[in-house]
Nanobody
Framework: QVQLIESGGGLVQAGGSLRLSCAAS????????MGWFRQAPGKEREFVAS????????VYADSVKGRFTISRDNAKNTVYLQMNSLKSEDTAVYYC?????????????WGQGTQVTVSS
């Protein structure tokens, strides 16, 4: 059974930083690409960032490029999202997701989410 558990969310002032973590269990972590998504109140869920199985390839939404960094530690079965220069518009529930394969950008399993609130 696949489980994805996010942590690290919270309340931060604009301009501040947070690091989200997503601990995965079930299956061989290094066999799968991973992604981060977010959903703000009243809005649809949107893509934030993705990383391939080895960490050698990353993709970012334009809205976070240059401010957020996705990384992974396959030895710890964990993917991270370092968020810097946070803005009020980054306020959302952040979800991690596991893709169907090593380079896939379609996602099969989702975590429960962690709330990030940025105060202006």
């Amino acid at each position: 059974q696949v489980q994805l558990i996010e942590s690290g969310g919270g309340l931060v002032q604009a301009g501040g930083s947070l690091r989200l973590s997503c601990a995965a269990s079930g299956g061989t972590f290094s066999n799968y690409a991973m992604g981060w998504f977010r959903q703000a109140p009243g809005k649809e869920r949107e893509f934030v960032a993705s990383i391939n199985w080895s960490g050698g390839s990353t993709v970012y939404a334009d809205s976070v490029k240059g401010r957020f960094t996705i990384s992974r530690d396959n030895a710890k079965n964990t993917v991270y999202l370092q968020m810097n220069s946070l803005k009020s518009e980054d306020t959302a529930v952040y979800y991690c997701a596991r893709a169907y394969g090593r380079r896939s950008r379609e996602y099969e399993h989702w975590g429960q989410g962690t709330q990030v609130t940025v105060s202006s």
